[in-house]
């Protein structure tokens, strides 16, 4: 990661980029945009030089000037879910590109998007250029999120973040979806998948799934009505950012 200073005058604010290269495709990131920080994901098809940018939000020009620079051009927004903080630059970035919308069908009736919104739905697959992404609906944080499985990483959104998940109090979230959601990332995504979150919130900018097998506390529970317990009751006042690595049995401890 390379880190740089976003030059607005305060010394503890840092945008840190990452290249990630895969065969057919790169992802470029930008970390800690806007006044929630999110983690802003470019997705370059390397054989037709065309680019999707994942939840755009905040700041387009500097998202439609990083693209232009590098020789791509944009041809489709994928949105993982409704929140302002993923989406406040959607419409912009539409009217200034006519790239195509993406989105999953549950969270249509929370986007708040004037643009017309192409639906894709669990088990779908969806092409940027000779890149296959297949589509992973993964209702909890919000209604009808989705998250994007490429052939070496998972764009999780505010699913699953390093060592943590989403929250699970705003319109549409339900945490034992959530749960449930998380099970199935669990089974259906390799081990060797590298994960690419909405936030960098954890004392890692990423690992693979198998790693937050190991050590994510939500991923640990394996009952329901606990993991409803500790994502509603006890995890907001027993962890700290950035988050780290637990143990079952530490999980247990706080239970």
């Not at 195509?100 to 929370?110: L, S």
């Not at 919000?142 to 973040?161: K, S």
């Not at 937050?212 to 506390?217: E, F, G, L, S």
Request: charged content about 20%; glycine content about 8%.
């Amino acid at each position: 990661a390379v880190e740089r200073s976003r030059g607005l005058g305060d010394v503890y604010k840092r945008e840190m980029e990452s290249i990630y290269n895969s065969k057919l495709y790169s992802i470029e990131v930008l970390y800690h945009i806007g006044a929630y920080e999110n983690s802003i994901h470019f997705i370059f098809d390397k054989a037709t030089k065309q680019c999707a940018i994942v939840d755009p939000a905040w700041e387009p020009d500097l998202f439609l000037k990083k693209i232009q620079d590098k020789g791509y051009t944009l041809t489709d927004i994928w949105i993982t879910h409704w929140h302002g903080d993923h989406t406040n630059a959607v419409d912009e970035v539409a009217n200034k590109t006519g790239a195509k919308i993406t989105a999953g069908v549950n969270e249509i009736p929370y986007l708040n998007i004037e643009n017309t919104v192409h639906t894709v739905s669990d088990g779908d697959t969806i092409k940027l250029g000779e890149v296959e992404i297949q589509i992973i609906e993964t209702p909890g944080h919000t209604a009808g999120g989705i998250c994007y499985l490429l052939d070496e990483h998972l764009i999780a959104g505010d699913t699953l973040f390093v060592y943590g998940v989403g929250i699970c109090s705003l319109a549409g979230s339900n945490p034992v979806k959530l749960f449930h959601s998380l099970n199935k990332l669990k089974t259906q995504v390799p081990d060797d998948i590298h994960l690419l979150c909405g936030h960098n919130y954890g004392s890692e900018i990423t690992t693979t799934l198998a790693e937050q097998k190991r050590a994510n506390p939500f991923l640990l529970i394996e009952d329901e009505e606990t993991f409803v317990r500790y994502r509603m009751h006890v995890h907001d006042s027993t962890r700290t950012y950035p988050m780290s690595p637990m143990t079952l049995e530490e999980v247990n401890a706080l239970l």
